[in-house]
């Protein structure tokens, strides 16, 4: 099977298990997940994966649809942007400089050979905005943040916590999944700038060891091949890749099952899907804007 | 146990209810009518669908066949705001406490407080969550996290958490479990408090046959998934029955 048919499959299956999805509730529950069909429509396997990017395209719709019907949680937005930007800022700044710094110092020799040492700015400029800081902070986030997300819901579900949340009167989809991924989407592509920004300062330091440059005049020649495409490219990715670290986690903090051993599963698959996807959606995003700036 | 003369006002009616989980049946069949400010136990031993029971009252579940309904309402029919709006006449006091880990006692306290009376100023919700800890006597807990408590203190955070919100139905699984002889005590105290005080309609599930002596009015056995015996505390426990005496004889008599 090639890339094409399996993507006309998913709506196929989708539909499937939609017309088998029975449930009236609109409001989002785990019972209202589909989990084990009675009898499987292809393989166990393959049926297994649609129903969960089923299950997943729900969740991401009723994110979209609550985040735009009252009551917003501001009080949890900020507290969650707090926790989400805030406290990675320290992973983000450490690895940030090195990233900037080792890179330049890589470079320098075989741009040296011919004699182009000052192209180096530039050349620091393209890689980082193009490529290093969108996809390096969200792999970083979503090993810090993902990993937290789904750990931590994951035990409030099988602590009931999220039952006594509902059971107040409150919405636990909204109280803890829309503001969550609204912190992810929104925080991703701030840090993502601060990243370049230090990655930049990394980078200067070795520029201004081998050369008399100030900082203005690395930071111009290094943004100097920048346009707005790039740009906008930079952001869409980010909070791309926000969105999908978001909504991954928290879907499978959310619906976490089976005690203990499931919040364990349930932290690891939200560090490792949304890392798998970012790099799925680099392809698809690079290659989005590639088209558009021919155009 | 204060209440032998209910008023007959029907709160709570199941009948035929069926619920299973991956085709592991739970619930076989459970017909049941609790009456206002009444306290009901449910007593059967672990495993036997207790929990699901009362989570299928409060629409924490949906059921497979039959019918749950609640103040007239069909539990499993009601869209997300009437769901909403019912369960905010309904407590529940989780078996594991659920306090929320990440917030204070007090934090927890104001939560649904906040939420659900927004009209309540400042002053007014820091008096009513002082006088509930005090009532409970925890008045100095007011500012440490759920995890620096023992399970006690938890458990009656968890109560009160829920009775601070005045519920006409309270739903209390297993309130005693685990606990001392001298907590559980306050907790029975507290249970018939509050449906003197505030007319409250209960379901307790418990093993604890003290607690179910104390504070029931109507007891029902659960087994496999059906109730096999119903009545005061005296009628259920004069039967001979090999799945209900163990309960006594453990209590009681050993
Ligand atoms: N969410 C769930 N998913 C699958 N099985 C469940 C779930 N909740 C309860 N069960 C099963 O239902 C049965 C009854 O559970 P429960 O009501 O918690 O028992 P208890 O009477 O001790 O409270 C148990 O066998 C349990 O494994
Ligand atoms: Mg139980």
């Known amino acids: ?295 | 146990m204060y209440n032998s003369q209910p008023d007959k006002e029907i709160v709570i009616s199941i009948h035929g209810l069926y619920k299973s989980f991956d085709e592991c049946p739970v619930l076989q069949g459970i017909n049941m009518e609790v009456y206002k400010s009444e306290n009901v136990i449910v007593l059967g031993p672990s495993g036997s669908g207790k929990s699901v029971l009362i989570k299928l009252i409060a629409g924490l579940l949906k059921p497979e066949a039959g019918s749950v309904k609640v103040m007239g309402k069909e539990v499993g029919k009601l869209d997300k705001r009437e769901l909403m709006g019912l369960r905010t006449k309904i407590g529940f006091s989780f078996q594991g406490s659920a306090l929320y880990d990440s917030m204070t006692v007090y934090e927890n306290m104001e939560f649904a407080l906040v939420r659900q009376f927004k009209n309540m100023h400042g002053g007014e919700v820091r008096k009513t969550i002082r006088e509930m800890l005090e009532a409970i006597g925890l008045g100095n807990a007011k500012n440490k996290m759920p995890s620096e408590l023992s399970g006690g203190q938890k458990k009656r955070i968890g109560i009160a958490r829920t009775l601070i919100l005045r519920p006409e139905i309270m739903l209390y699984d297993e309130p005693t479990a685990g606990l001392d002889p001298v907590t559980s005590g306050g907790i029975n105290d507290l249970i018939n408090e509050v449906q003197i005080k505030n007319k409250t309609t209960s379901i307790i599930i418990t093993h604890d046959l003290t607690c179910a002596k104390k504070t029931g009015d109507r007891l029902f056995i659960m087994h496999n998934g059906k109730f096999i015996k119903e009545g005061s505390f005296d009628e259920v426990f004069a039967s001979k029955d090999e799945r209900i005496k163990p309960f006594y004889d453990y209590n009681f008599t050993q």
């Open chain 1, 1 to 295: 099977m090639n890339d094409w048919q399996c993507f006309f499959l998913i709506p196929i299956v989708g539909l499937h298990y939609r017309a088998k999805d029975k449930l009236t509730s609109k409001r989002y529950s785990v019972e209202s997940n589909i989990n084990q069909p009675e009898k499987y429509f292809i393989t166990k396997g393959i049926d297994t994966f649609f129903i969960e990017v089923y299950n997943i395209a729900k969740f991401t719709g009723l994110f979209f649809k609550d985040l735009f019907t009252p009551p917003v949680e501001p009080r949890e937005i900020i507290n969650q942007c707090y926790e989400i930007g805030y406290r990675s800022l320290a992973l983000i700044s450490v690895t940030g400089f090195i990233i900037g710094a080792v890179f330049t110092k890589q470079s320098r020799p075989s741009l040296a050979n011919f004699g182009a040492t000052s192209w180096l700015p530039s050349l620091v400029g393209i890689a980082i905005i193009k490529a290093l800081a969108p996809l390096v902070t969200a792999l970083i986030c979503a090993g810090k943040v993902g990993s937290g997300i789904g750990a931590e819901l994951g035990s409030m579900r099988v602590s009931e916590q999220i039952d006594a949340i509902e059971m107040s009167g409150t919405d636990p989809f909204k109280y803890l999944v829309v503001t969550r991924v609204m912190a992810t989407t929104f925080m991703i592509p701030v840090l993502v700038f601060y990243m370049a920004l230090i990655a930049m300062m990394g980078s200067f330091v070795n520029v201004s060891i081998n050369e008399h440059t100030s900082f203005t005049t690395f930071i111009n020649a290094a943004l100097g091949d920048i346009n707005f495409m790039d740009y906008a490219s930079c952001i869409v990715r980010a909070m791309v890749y926000g969105l999908t670290i978001g909504i991954i986690s928290c879907y499978k903090g959310f619906n976490t099952a089976g005690g203990t051993e499931g919040v364990g599963k349930a932290a690891n698959a939200s560090v490792v899907l949304p890392m798998f996807l970012i790099f799925i959606e680099e392809v698809f995003i690079v290659q989005i804007f590639n088209w558009l700036k021919h155009v």
